[in-house]
Every structure is written in C-alpha cells, then in structure tokens.
C-alpha cells in the first residue's frame, strides 16, 4: 500500500506567477483535499475532490483551483501567486467524501514559497 | 462557521508528569473531533477520533459537549510524546476538516 505523495518538496516563485502542485492518493482512495498551512497556524480546507468533481471548497478565491484525475491522483493550481500565498501545501485523501469515511492520509507537503 | 480554539502555543512538562491539551470548539450541530499529531519531519496523521473512543499510546480524549471541549489527556508524559498537536472537527455529513492552531507538546528529560 502506498501512501500519499506530493510534488514538488520546495519551491520558489515570483508574485503574480502561476503554480501547480501535484498529489497521489493514497491506493484505494478516491477522495482528495487540499489544505494551507500559514506558518504559525492550523491547517486551512481549500477545496475536496470527489470521483473528479469538486465537492466543497473553503474560503479561498477563484484563482486557487483544482483538478482531480481518473486515477484519483489531483493537482492544486494558483494563479497571479501573491505574498500571502507563501505556506504548505497539504494533500489528504481519504475512502470517500463522508464523515465515516474520515481518516484523512497526509502527505508531506509542498512549501511553496512567493517572492 | 465552525471554529476549533487551542488556547495554549507551547506546554512543556516534565518526562512522567501528567499532560492535557486544551482544545474547545464551536458548532452548532453535531460535530466530530480529532487529534492529529505531527512528529518532528513527518507527516500529520491521526492519533485519535472521539468516535473510536480508543487509548492511542496512553492519550484519551473525552468530548464534553456541555462545555464543546475536547481536551486530549495523558498521565505520564514520555520524551518520545514532544510534537505538534492539532484538534480537529469535522461537520455532519462531512469528511473535510477544520484545524485549531495547534500545540507544542515538548517533554524534557
């Protein structure tokens, strides 16, 4: 059984570049999120994928979005990247999209880091 | 909107004194709780679920909804224990979390 795995670890870019930050489920499950981790804080629920739809989104705008594959596997996309979007990225999957089926699996992050 | 207070940043305690981390909630329906854990250069995973009602490496963790607390206790603390704590709490229906700040646990010698 594999885990879950992001990519990149690090990495750095401009203000007002684009990003995109990739996730492997963990096998067997199908339902993916994302979270941002300031530094200093909890981590934030940006948005779920479920079976390649998005199913809930937090507080973030538009220009933090996703897609999920048919391998389940997702990436996180940012656009016109500012400061503030400096933090970690995390990726969870979990069996599926209900609460019974919550032990989310993190990977280890990506830090993204924006200059 | 559901929220999740850990009120303390830093606990430090002594290897074999008693450890409780603070973590209060608040949601107006029916909520369920978490501890994740993230040990030094690893990932965050789930140490307990009120649910489960389990004993995970000697911690416990009691859901109070009278005072929405959700504190994560232990009796004797082990050097092995020091790391980031988080509670969580997810709403009915759903599987996505929401995060206190956190705590760090560190147990001295």
């Known amino acids: 059984e594999t885990g879950v795995t992001q990519s990149p670890t690090h990495l750095i870019k401009t203000r007002g570049q684009q990003v995109t930050l990739r996730c492997s489920s963990q096998s067997g499950h199908n339902t993916v999120s994302w979270y941002q981790q300031a530094l200093g804080q909890g981590p934030q629920f940006i948005f779920q994928?479920?079976?390649?739809?998005?199913?809930g989104r937090g507080n973030f705008p538009p220009r933090f979005s996703g897609l999920q594959f048919p391998n389940y596997s997702s990436e996180l996309n940012v656009n016109a990247l500012e400061l503030d979007d400096s933090a970690l990225y995390l990726c969870?999957?979990?069996?599926?999209?209900?609460?019974?089926?919550?032990?989310?699996?993190f990977g280890q992050g990506t830090r993204l880091t924006v200059v | 909107a559901q929220r999740v207070t850990q009120p303390e940043k830093l606990l430090s305690v002594f290897k074999g004194a008693p450890v409780e981390l603070k973590c209060n909630y608040s949601y107006s329906g029916s909520p369920e709780l978490f501890w994740y854990v993230q040990y030094s250069r690893q990932r965050l995973q789930l140490l307990l679920r009120h649910i489960s009602r389990e004993s995970i490496k000697g911690f416990t963790a009691d859901l109070n909804k009278g005072e929405t607390s959700f504190h994560l206790k232990k009796p004797f603390a082990q050097e092995e224990d020091s790391a980031m704590y988080y509670c969580?709490?997810?709403?009915?229906?759903?599987?996505?979390?929401?995060f206190g700040k956190g705590t760090m646990l560190l147990v001295s010698p």
């Open positions: 969580a709490l997810s709403k009915s229906g759903y599987s996505t979390l929401t």
């Open positions: 994928y479920y079976r390649e739809e998005e199913n």
């Open positions: 969870a999957s979990s069996l599926g999209p209900s609460r019974q089926d919550t032990e989310a699996f």
